[in-house]
């Protein structure tokens, strides 16, 4: 069958990380296109969704984020036209919650439309952008690293705020919160699908005393909240990393007990 979405360099934002989400995205675009044909039940639709929402809002945190690092013009435009995608589609889950039909044909396809409107047309303007201001070079520091050039990624970004702090340019608390963004953005860029290996880079951090447990407490919690539970459930596709997260949803009490069971009662149907 023809494919209606395909990816070219054309697309590409030079950055690999954001190009290879890209490129997921058209695939996952392809694949419910093909389903939506067959017909997909409404459990089958409330699943493809949820993944679409925890999916989508960790590629627009990691490309938001790309736009603010090469200084994109566009930026407050282009961060309204992601919240509505996600508001549009979290507004129709809890639609479905309540029982309604949500007359999944058209949702799908309204999705759809939407990916590939939007990759086409506005994600291209952020490669347009940087090739104009690059030479056509790749972003620095922005591709999939490894543990080692992840982890040594972060030190020069933390000694600059610390000479902005020493010459007293930026106060403590400016500081601290620039800080804590840093280490969060670790686990941004991995993705929810894999916070055991944002941990172990905090552990890392705390043994070589670049950060302390205080601050290591606070990194995590401040990233949990930037999630939706249920939906970033969904794309942990490890029975292991899902109980960790829920195990850790649950300790910094951002999720009920009662929550927690639930949660994990549906991990483990899985097995
Ligand atoms: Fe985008």
Redesign the pocket.
Request: charge should be negative; aromatic fraction near 10%; hydrophobic fraction near 40%.
């Given at each position: 069958m023809r494919k209606s979405m395909y990816w070219d360099e054309s697309l590409s934002v030079g950055c690999d990380l954001i190009d290879g989400q890209h490129k997921e995205l058209i695939n996952l675009v392809t694949e419910l296109e093909e389903s939506a044909r067959s017909g997909l039940t409404n459990e089958q639709l409330a699943r493809a969704l949820k993944f679409i929402v925890s999916y989508t809002r960790h590629h627009?945190l990691a490309?938001e984020e790309l736009m603010k690092s090469i200084g994109f013009n566009e930026l407050p435009h282009?961060r309204e036209?992601?919240n509505e995608l996600v508001h549009k589609v979290t507004e129709i889950l809890l639609q479905m919650k309540e029982g309604k039909d949500p007359e999944a044909p058209n949702l799908i396809q309204f999705f759809i439309e939407w990916v590939k409107k939007?990759?086409n047309e506005?994600?291209r303007k952020?490669g347009t952008y940087w090739r104009k201001w690059s030479n056509g070079a790749k972003v620095m520091d922005c591709r999939i690293k490894s543990v080692s050039e992840r982890r040594a990624a972060i030190i020069p970004r933390l000694d600059k705020l610390k000479e902005l702090f020493r010459i007293k340019l930026i106060e403590i608390d400016d500081f601290k919160a620039k800080k804590q963004s840093l280490f969060e953005g670790l686990f941004v860029e991995l993705g929810p699908n894999k916070i055991a290996e944002g941990l172990s880079d905090l552990d890392h951090f705390l043994k070589v005393d670049i950060i302390g447990s205080k601050e290591r407490d606070m990194i995590i919690e401040g990233y949990l909240r930037k999630l939706n539970p249920e939906a970033d459930l969904e794309v942990i596709s490890e029975v292991e990393d899902k109980l960790i997260f829920v195990r850790l949803l649950r300790e910094r009490e951002l999720i009920t007990e009662e929550k927690f069971n639930q949660l994990k009662t549906r991990i483990l149907e899985a097995i």
């Open positions: 627009f490309e282009h036209l992601h939007h990759v506005e994600d952020i």
